[in-house]
């Protein structure tokens, strides 16, 4: 993994701080997101999906940071994850001394809460921390009161529904923000922690410091031991993997897109979207991946939200929804952050919720056969669920979509979306045939070879010999790389490798790949974007499973290469600034990443050959 760009002076506040200088800590709730200079800009509490209390990240420190750090302005930071968890260890270096700061979000208890654990290591470490509370995206400046001693000292913010106390250091009022200072010594500890709660109930005491700090690491360690992987990228694989469960809600199982929003695709541009919900594909996709390294039980969890979630009538069904299965997710703009890099509008809410995208039943489907093959047993309630996906498939799949790209243009016929429904139908027929469900299998078989049959019919250009983006086009579509991994064709298809050899010729970027040609205007958008790592991982896949495994190997290491320095992706990356893009981490470039590791390692994945 490469190491984070220099770190800009830390007085130098109108300077956005890149994306990839930002860590997060995580209950598995939520998640706070600490840069490399020692200031949490991201917190929502307390959820993934709630109002931020610190939104600097989208703004500057007006809308709400929490800093800590050395005074020494030329402080040297290091940092690292300790071991296989989301404690966060950052090593200053200052001209005095040598010191730590450990960060971490406690996993039990139900408590929310931000920990700051500074440690001396050598010499004396002056700190200096300053908070600013910003509730409901910075909308509302809460009332703040001392309510500690000079022994214990704390401070209180409430503004309307939410409260949080500051403990660990004593701060003072200054130009809208509370700021303090301490110093430590060798082995002196000092213990700083943010406590959210709802402000209708009582303070929360404080707790063991140290004992909550023992057992999240445990907790963390615990799970990533159960890790199964044997194979190369083992380092990527294992904190990719931390990535997905961290995304993963403990209490309700739905697992987010990612722990930010309006982070932008574009810089200065309006491609800025929220991804702090549940997508059924990212979902399903994730569950894949667990699945392929020994994780079943978060499997079940799953699939009973997704049985919430979806409900009754699989024709009401979203291709999103909240972490507890909401449906309304009302896209709407917050004229309170100015945007990151001024990228605006800061959108809270998605609009995507109420699109048709026609790929996500089979990527469910594929989800659900996965965890079927891999033990976890079919119910009434789970499989009638499957049955009435497959019902809505064969009523709609004529019908033209948004495609797995969201698009905001004219709906098309994509043919990644009707490879999706193959899959479906494909699925369901499995099901009968190999485990014994019941379902009208004869007519599910006709449907799916029809399926097939239109899309080889419409869905691929026999001159240029590639499949193409869409019925009618000439475009090509990282999505297609995604065909084989279903089954729908062999990697080695000759038809597949000229998509490829199209896609090399078209969509590539200084060796990484773009998901299509903005140019075209297929998605109904000003402005571009660049190269999208998941599609980058997906070639890996492609290249490992059809014999070029050189250039797999080679451009894996590349993209590994452009995690942070503690192993975290964006959604894309921008390879003339060398920085990461878009918002962060984003389970889609991880959840590929260990697939694209599971390949190079001889592993097919959910790919089974079309017969």
């Known amino acids: 993994m490469c190491h984070a760009p220099t770190l800009a002076p830390w007085h130098n506040q109108h300077m956005a701080t890149p994306i990839e200088d930002y860590a997060i800590l995580s209950n598995c709730r939520t998640a706070a997101l600490v840069s490399r200079d020692g200031s949490i800009d991201w917190l929502c509490l307390p959820r993934y999906d709630s109002s931020s209390i610190f939104g600097a990240l989208l703004g500057d420190e007006s809308h709400g940071h929490w800093s800590l ?12 994850y300790d071991g296989d968890t989301f404690v966060l260890i950052t090593t200053w270096q200052t001209a005095s001394g040598v010191a730590e700061v450990h960060e971490f979000m406690p996993v039990h208890g139900g408590r929310v809460e931000v920990v700051r654990q500074v440690i001396g290591v050598s010499g004396d470490v002056e700190f200096t921390t300053h908070v600013r509370l910003r509730f409901d995206y910075a909308r509302a400046i809460p009332w703040i009161r001392q309510v500690g001693s000079e022994e214990l000292p704390a401070i209180l913010g409430i503004a309307g529904p939410d409260a949080v ?30 406590n959210w709660y709802p402000s209708h109930l009582p303070m929360p005491e404080a707790v063991d410091v140290d004992e909550m700090k023992q057992h999240t690491l445990t907790w963390w360690q615990d799970w990533a031991a159960r890790i199964d992987h044997d194979g ?29 929003t309006s982070l932008p695709e574009d810089f200065g541009g309006v491609r800025n979207w929220d991804y702090r919900y549940v997508w059924l594909r990212d979902a399903a996709l994730t569950i894949e991946a667990l699945i392929s390294h020994g994780f079943l039980r978060v499997t079940a969890r799953w699939r009973e939200w997704l049985l919430r979630a979806i409900a009754g009538d699989p024709g009401q069904m979203q ?14 703009e917050i004229t309170s952050l100015p945007g990151y890099e001024n990228s605006s509008p800061v959108h809270v809410g998605n609009g995507a919720w109420q699109q048709y995208q026609a790929d996500v039943i089979g990527e469910v489907m594929v989800a659900l056969e996965a965890a079927r093959s891999a033990g976890l047993e079919e119910t009434p309630f789970s499989w009638a669920l499957q049955r009435s996906l497959l019902a809505f498939v064969e009523e709609h799949r004529a019908r033209p979509d948004n495609g797995i790209w969201e698009i905001r243009g004219e709906l098309q016929m994509f043919t990644q979306s009707r490879a999706m429904m193959w899959a479906a139908l494909d699925r369901g027929v499995r099901a009968v045939r190999e485990f014994g469900l019941d379902g009208p299998v004869e007519r599910w078989e006709a449907l799916r070879d029809e399926v097939a049959a239109e899309i080889d019919a419409n869905g691929f250009d026999t001159e240029g010999n590639y499949f193409v983006q869409h019925y009618g086009s000439t475009e090509v579509d990282a999505s297609l790389l995604l065909l084989p991994q279903v089954g729908y064709c062999a990697y080695d298809d000759p038809r597949m ?7 090399e010729k078209t969509l590539m970027h200084d060796g990484l790949l773009h998901r299509y040609r903005t140019a075209s205007g297929v998605d109904g958008l000003p402005g571009a974007e660049h ?24 451009l894996m290491t590349r993209l590994c290469s452009l995690a942070n320095d503690v192993g975290l992706l964006s959604e ?9 893009v878009g918002n962060t981490p984003q389970a889609l470039s991880h959840l590929a990443l260990v697939r694209a590791a599971d390949a190079l390692a001889g592993h097919q994945g959910r790919a089974a050959q079309r017969s």
Request: proline share 5%; net charge negative.
């Open 69 to 80: 750090r050395p005074t020494d302005p030329d402080a040297v930071p290091t940092r690292r």
């Open 572 to 580: 894309e990356y921008d390879v003339v600034n060398q920085r990461q």
């Open 165 to 194: 106390v500051v403990r660990g250091v004593q701060l003072r009022a200054e130009d809208h923000m509370h700021a303090g200072s301490f110093t430590v010594r060798p082995n002196e500890l000092r213990d700083l922690s943010l």
């Open 531 to 554: 190269p999208f790592l998941a599609c980058s991982f997906w070639l890996v896949e492609q290249y490992a499973n059809s014999g070029r495994i050189d250039e797999a190997n080679a």
């Open 319 to 332: 291709i999103m929804y909240g972490l507890a299965g909401e449906r309304d997710l009302t896209e709407r």
């Open 232 to 260: 190369p990228f083992e380092a990527d694989v294992v904190r990719s993997l931390l990535v997905l469960r961290a995304l993963t809600h403990e209490d309700t199982g739905g697992i987010v897109a990612a722990a930010t």
């Open 497 to 503: 490798l000229g998509t490829v050899a199209q896609m």
